[in-house]
């Protein structure tokens, strides 16, 4: 399952990119760097489904995304561990040396030298874990530390590193949620466009039957195919709305004689359902239409 190491790679998001991107690409582009183009290729089948499918509910998907990105959290996190150990054990050797070498040489100074090299070659091993902002500080801590107080550095130091992973593991999450988030928003949004054409079309059929001039017909169904190719691309806007509600008004108002009980129904609910999907309608529709 192993591709990018959580901890030895950093994404750069898409955010920092000139060009725009669907939050559809922006959650995909993050699955591949992380998981490998084969291993999220099951996840992108199944957000396109979803992206067809909008009011389906997607928190299986959500939840299988979250655990896989976890389960290679953790793998990484295992598969750091040897080499993590090996620095820690070079360094702790070469610090014993440093003391012995006090002993028995004319210079401090090349004692000091040891020392100094150990913890920067302690710390470029553990650059996966340890911050870039943080490493001066660790190094210092590092190639200072007293014999006596090497083995308690040594714990405190193997605490940290388990910290600082537990860190990037939130923030990666937090990441991908706010990805995720906003892939949900865009799958309501098409959710309310899939409602608001079909309720168009369901308008348009009704009309078909009414008795309206088949050139006004002709007419009104243009404009709504407009509006519903319209919806394909933008969210559900006020504008809309209007442009709704003019539609029912030029039908009604060309009616040669009382719109049938069908016709003031397929009205009624076509208004109904664009104040709803846009937020203007009552809380009470708002709260009967969610359910």
């Given amino acids: ?5 959580i901890f030895k790679t950093k994404y750069t998001t898409s955010e920092l990119s000139p ?25 992108e089948t199944r957000a396109n489904y979803h992206i067809l499918h909008p009011d389906e509910s997607a928190k299986r998907y959500i939840d299988d995304v979250l655990m896989a990105i976890d389960d290679k959290m ?12 090996k620095s820690i054990k070079i360094y702790y050797k070469d610090m014993r040396k440093s003391q012995d070498c006090k002993r028995v040489a004319s210079s401090s100074h090349s004692c000091g030298s040891e020392r100094t090299n150990a913890a ?13 902002a943080k490493r001066t500080n660790y190094r ?40 995720l988030d906003a892939f949900l928003t865009d799958l309501i949004e098409r959710s309310k466009q899939l409602r608001m054409v079909s309720k168009i079309n369901q ?50 108002r060309l ?19 664009a104040n709803s999907v846009c937020g203007t309608g009552s809380s009470k529709d708002r709260k009967t239409k969610s359910k």
């Fill in 1 to 5: 399952m192993s591709y990018n190491n």
């Fill in 19 to 43: 060009e725009p991107v669907s939050p559809l690409e922006d959650l995909m582009a993050f699955l591949k760097f992380y998981l490998g183009p084969n291993e999220a290729k099951p996840f």
């Fill in 74 to 85: 953790r793998l990484d996190r295992q598969e750091l561990k040897p080499a993590t150990e």
């Fill in 120 to 132: 920067v070659q302690l710390i470029e091993g553990l650059q996966p874990i340890i911050p870039e």
């Fill in 140 to 179: 210092s801590l590092a190639s200072h530390v007293s014999n006596e107080d090497l083995e308690d550095f040594l714990i405190e130091l193997d605490e940290d590193l388990q910290d600082l992973m537990d860190e990037m593991q939130k923030e990666i999450t937090r990441r991908l949620k706010a990805k």
């Fill in 203 to 252: 308008f348009i059929e009704v009309l078909a039957e009414e008795n309206v001039p088949e050139a006004a017909k002709a007419d009104i169904s243009i404009k709504a195919e407009q509006i519903t190719d319209n919806l394909k691309s933008t969210k559900m806007t006020q504008d809309a709305v209007q442009e709704i509600i003019q539609l029912i008004n030029q039908a009604t």
């Fill in 255 to 273: 009616s040669q004689s009382a719109p049938t009980a069908r016709m003031k129904k397929a009205a009624k609910e076509l208004q109904k359902t």
